[in-house]
């Protein structure tokens, strides 16, 4: 069944696309950017995006997972995570329902500081909580955080009533858009001000920013946490993965992320540091509910036509693991007996039955991203061409991430698309929930019959049989095609002898987590 616009899904989409806007292709170092970077208490890091906004809880860069380590730097959390996705105290010490949950209370860090100097209190906690909810402000997670009201401040406590019981609030508190923002701060100076001068209480404060080159931070001295090792930390915008391997073999840059694998293995090779370990992030292929998708045989013949086991194995050169539904094998909700078969003959001969062939092609588009993640065009290249084999002839089309943002917040992105989602708390509701609820302003199949599975999930308090439900609605979502999976990633982080960084189930890069060897 073709998806039904409605008012609160267009008011969802207006909201997302607020403050939408390209990434910086190109990367741009002048000065001391160019010289080598090893110093002893700098850490210059090449990174693989560039950073859109400082706001993280508003517009397309607020749910960009790769952005979020940068985010992470500089400002706070209500809630954080450990390298195994677990939760962990930041700005909120405790946290918890009443035994009705119809109620939450949260008891909020005593002695922390805002990069002005300021303290940070129980009222910023509450005032961030409130601006999320609201849904003037832009947030695309309003809809989780809009469930609780009455958002009070009193000591160092922080109460609210539950208007809508959401299983995974807390969950969410340590994920996309659950920072801390300083409410004196943000309201004495704005939005454009907080663009041109940010202020957090992270490990890090920002002594400048050049959107497309650049971002140099200073050790905050009155940090809360554990002090970084590196007192400055220089991060280069640096989107071409050629340009990283460059960054990181000459020097120029301590430390990088998302290499090629084969580039990878030859710097290993030559004595540089490197890990490539599973993170919570999974390959996929889009569908949208428009033609030639409306045709489950055509959905399905797709899906069975690729050869997953020969992505991760020859092309990925092992950094991925195959996955048939949107559950990597680190979410609650993973389960193995639900399985894609890769049956050629099977897919063939579901093509011919929607009147396609080799000598009567079916044509549609397909987009990808190009060096965003290890791979990824090649990944497509590879499944366009073992489509062409069942009777596809597909156009490749490149486009940035951001562009893919703005296409799936309009619900127009291709018949299909590839992208890496994110999903750091391993939870089903924020990998199955958001990108299969027709609701969900970063879905792209929208039908009836998939929100009938996954809208009771939404609330339902007995933990088991959401966890059950979820499973249900893989499998059927599986059965139909209506979404591709195709595997879970390794990340690459490579950096220079005499540092090291341990790898984050997350895929998080930070500057505090590296250490020296």
């Given at each position: 069944?073709?998806?039904?616009?409605?008012?609160e899904?267009t008011?969802?989409?207006?909201?997302?696309l607020?403050?939408?806007g390209?990434?910086?292709?190109?990367?741009?170092?002048?000065g001391?950017?160019?010289?080598l970077?090893?110093s002893?208490?700098t850490?210059t890091?090449?990174?693989?995006?560039?950073l859109p906004?400082?706001?993280?809880?508003?517009?397309?860069?607020?749910v960009n997972p790769?952005?979020?380590?940068?985010?992470?730097?500089?400002?706070?959390?209500?809630?954080?995570?450990?390298?195994?996705?677990?939760?962990?105290?930041?700005?909120?010490?405790q946290?918890?329902?009443?035994?009705?949950?119809?109620?939450?209370?949260?008891?909020v860090?005593?002695?922390?500081k805002w990069h002005?100097?300021?303290a940070l209190?129980?009222?910023?906690?509450?005032?961030?909580?409130?601006?999320?909810?609201?849904?003037?402000?832009g947030?695309?997670?309003?809809?989780v955080?809009?469930?609780?009201?009455n958002?009070?401040?009193?000591?160092?406590?922080?109460?609210?009533?539950?208007k809508?019981?959401?299983?995974?609030?807390?969950?969410?508190?340590a994920?996309?858009?659950?920072y801390?923002?300083?409410?004196?701060?943000?309201e004495?100076?704005?939005?454009e001000?907080?663009?041109?001068?940010p202020?957090?209480?992270g490990?890090?404060?920002v002594?400048?920013?050049?959107?497309?080159?650049h971002?140099?931070?200073?050790?905050?001295?009155?940090?809360?946490g554990?002090?970084?090792?590196f007192e400055?930390?220089?991060?280069?915008?640096v989107?071409?993965?050629?340009?990283?391997?460059?960054?990181?073999?000459?020097?120029?840059?301590?430390?990088t992320?998302e290499i090629?694998l084969?580039?990878?293995?030859?710097l290993?090779?030559?004595?540089l540091?490197?890990?490539?370990a599973?993170?919570?992030?999974i390959?996929?292929?889009?569908?949208?509910n428009?033609?030639?998708?409306?045709?489950a045989?055509?959905?399905?013949?797709?899906?069975?036509?690729?050869?997953?086991?020969?992505?991760?194995?020859?092309?990925?050169?092992?950094?991925?693991?195959?996955?048939?539904?949107?559950?990597?094998?680190?979410?609650?909700a993973f389960d193995?007996s639900t399985k894609?078969?890769?049956?050629m003959?099977?897919a063939?001969?579901?093509?011919e039955?929607?009147?396609?062939?080799?000598?009567?092609p079916?044509?549609?588009?397909?987009?990808?991203?190009?060096?965003?993640?290890?791979?990824?065009?090649?990944?497509?290249?590879?499944?366009?061409?073992?489509w062409?084999?069942?009777?596809?002839?597909?156009e490749l089309?490149?486009y940035e991430v951001?562009?893919?943002?703005?296409?799936r917040?309009?619900?127009?992105?291709?018949p299909a698309a590839?992208?890496?989602?994110?999903?750091?708390?391993?939870?089903?509701?924020?990998?199955?929930g958001?990108?299969m609820?027709?609701?969900?302003?970063?879905?792209?199949?929208k039908t009836k019959?998939v929100?009938?599975?996954?809208?009771?999930l939404?609330?339902e308090k007995?933990?088991?049989?959401?966890i059950?439900?979820?499973?249900?609605?893989?499998?059927?979502?599986?059965?139909?095609?209506?979404?591709?999976?195709?595997?879970?990633?390794?990340?690459?982080?490579?950096?220079r002898?005499?540092?090291?960084?341990?790898p984050h189930?997350?895929?998080?890069v930070?500057?505090q987590?590296?250490?020296?060897?």
């Open positions: 069944m073709p998806f039904t616009d409605t008012p899904f008011a969802q989409r207006r909201n997302f607020r403050q939408s390209a990434l910086m292709a190109a990367f741009g170092a002048a001391p950017l160019q010289v970077a090893q002893g208490s850490l890091i090449a990174y693989n995006v560039d906004s400082w706001d993280p809880t508003v517009g397309p860069s607020a790769t952005i979020q380590a940068l985010y992470k730097s500089v400002l706070s959390q209500f809630i954080d995570q450990n390298t195994d996705l677990s939760l962990k105290p930041d700005v909120l010490t946290w918890g329902w009443n035994a009705d949950r119809s109620k939450i209370s949260m008891t860090r005593k002695g922390a002005d100097g300021s209190t129980a009222e910023d906690v509450a005032w961030s909580l409130r601006r999320a909810a609201d849904p003037a402000t947030n695309p997670i309003q809809f955080w809009g469930k609780i009201t958002i009070k401040a009193e000591g160092d406590k922080v109460t609210a009533d539950v809508e019981f959401e299983p995974t609030l807390f969950k969410w508190m994920f996309l858009t659950g801390v923002m300083p409410k004196a701060y943000y004495k100076v704005g939005k001000g907080f663009e041109k001068k202020v957090g209480s490990p890090y404060l002594e400048e920013f050049v959107s497309g080159s971002m140099k931070l200073k050790a905050f001295r009155d940090y809360f554990p002090k970084p090792v400055s930390v220089i991060i280069k915008f989107t071409d993965p050629s340009a990283r391997v460059a960054e990181i073999e000459s020097g120029r840059s301590d430390m992320m090629p084969e580039e990878f293995d030859r290993k090779s030559k004595g540091g490197g890990t490539n599973p993170v919570s992030d390959g996929m292929i889009f569908l949208t428009v033609e030639p998708m409306l045709n045989n055509v959905r399905k013949a797709l899906a069975m036509s690729i050869n997953k086991k020969a992505l991760t194995d020859k092309l990925m050169r092992g950094a991925a693991l195959p996955i048939d539904t949107l559950q990597a094998n680190t979410y609650e193995p894609v078969p890769y049956d003959a099977k063939k001969a579901l093509m039955e929607a009147g396609y062939s080799k000598d009567k079916l044509k549609f588009k397909v987009q990808t991203t190009r060096g965003f993640k290890p791979k990824d065009f090649e990944v497509m290249q590879a499944v366009v061409g073992m062409k084999t069942i009777g596809v002839e597909a089309e490149v951001a562009k893919h943002y703005e296409l917040s309009q619900h127009k992105l291709a590839f992208y890496n989602w994110g999903n750091a708390i391993g939870d089903p509701s924020t990998s199955t958001f990108a609820f027709s609701m969900s302003p970063h879905s792209a199949w019959d929100d009938d599975l996954i809208g009771p939404w609330g007995d933990e088991a049989k959401r059950a439900g979820y499973k249900k609605a893989d499998k059927y979502i599986a059965d139909n095609a209506y979404v591709i999976p195709l595997f879970q990633y390794k990340q690459t982080v490579m950096f002898k005499g540092i090291k960084a341990a189930g997350a895929g998080f930070q500057p987590s590296v250490t020296r060897a």
